[in-house]
């Protein structure tokens, strides 16, 4: 059974800093790792989906990372501005092929 | 208008009562998917649908059912609410292919069941 952790479960970061969130996952045959962004009372809106033979994807100040081997994928974000306060959440496929969460990172950048 | 629309934004009820949360999407997608998210834990799976005539059972159904009464609708029932089904709860699509499209979900519908 696929199992997907993330820690630290909060992060407080004052406004510039460059900063790494991690997940980690349990089962290598993963075959893509999604990452989400959560605004309090809104769904979950999709940041970058890498698939199995892609190592990176990047969008904008975001870049995540999939290391199969380890079982860990990273969002790294640069110049981290106040409007980047969120919760952060992975997802891997799981049973049946559907995504297994993790319980996600909340993040505040400090202005 | 939102993609993926969720009815209603908030629900408090009684232990017993039987409710019915609504989604309704525009993007086309033929999969649709019901998640509740709790503190801490992040989000799980109760039921997802591939097309109309497919239903499937996730991690945690029990105490639930669904409804795909078209490809754009689908409903998810609690038929006797109990207090630890209270929690947020996420409808999301997908569009069919190989597993590698992103998910699109709704804003979430709170229930509070007292």
């Known amino acids: 059974k696929q199992e997907v952790t993330q820690i630290p479960a909060a992060l407080s970061v004052p406004e510039g800093e460059n900063l790494v969130l991690n997940c980690s996952f349990t089962?290598?045959?993963?075959?893509?790792l999604q990452w989400f962004r959560q605004d309090p009372g809104k769904g979950l809106t999709s940041l970058l989906l890498?698939?199995?033979?892609?190592r990176e994807q990047t969008s904008g100040r975001l870049n995540a990372s999939l290391d199969k081997s380890s079982g860990r994928s990273t969002l790294y974000i640069a110049a981290s501005q106040p409007g980047d306060s969120a919760t952060y959440l992975c997802?891997?496929?799981?049973?049946?092929?559907?995504?297994?969460f993790g319980s996600g990172t909340q993040l505040t950048v400090l202005p | 208008d939102a993609d993926v629309t969720q009815t209603p934004r908030n629900r408090i009820t009684k232990t017993g009562k039987r409710i019915m949360l609504e989604c309704s999407q525009t993007k086309g997608h033929d999969r649709m998917y019901w998640y509740r998210q709790d503190p801490g834990l992040g989000l799980r799976l109760i039921y997802y649908s591939f097309d109309v005539k497919d239903i499937n059972k996730g991690e945690i159904s029990d105490g639930y059912s669904v409804s795909r009464q078209a490809q754009a609708k689908f409903s998810l029932s609690l038929e006797s609410a109990i207090p630890n089904q209270t929690a947020l709860y996420f409808c999301?699509?997908?569009?069919?292919?190989?597993?590698?499209?992103?998910?699109?979900f709704g804003d979430g519908t709170r229930l509070s069941i007292l």
């Open positions: 999301a699509t997908r569009e069919a292919g190989g597993g590698n499209q992103p998910q699109h």
């Open positions: 890498i698939q199995s033979s892609q």
């Open positions: 997802a891997g496929p799981g049973s049946a092929r559907q995504l297994t």
């Open positions: 089962d290598s045959a993963i075959y893509n």
